[in-house]
């Protein structure tokens, strides 16, 4: 699933990804990055498995800067992804019916 909406929806917030030493903490640099495990072949995963990540977070996401483990940055993916999901759903950009 894809949506402008979500993406769009990032701009201006907060950085849920919050990864120590590596955040830069500034609202403007966040965008919706995918956490998804198929990226890493070029795939992106659904919007649903993406976080609101300033641009330093989305760096380690993505492995460009490499400060910590893959799996200490994946266990942080999980707590992110609940963090902006929950911003999501109460944008109402995401429902339960």
């Known amino acids: 699933m894809r949506s402008s909406y979500i993406t769009e929806s990032a701009k201006g917030e ?10 830069n903490g500034n609202p403007e640099t966040t965008v919706l990055a995918h956490v998804g495990k198929n990226r890493e072949r ?11 990540a300033c641009s330093s977070c989305h760096d380690e996401i993505d492995r460009r800067m490499r400060l910590y483990p893959n799996e200490q940055v994946t266990t942080v993916n999980f707590e992110s ?9 109460e944008k109402r950009l995401l429902h339960a019916d």
């Open 42 to 52: 070029g795939i992106k995963c659904d919007d649903t498995f993406a976080v609101f």
């Open 81 to 89: 992804v609940e963090r902006t999901q929950r911003q999501i759903f």
């Open 14 to 23: 907060e950085c849920q990804v919050r990864i120590p030493g590596a955040c």
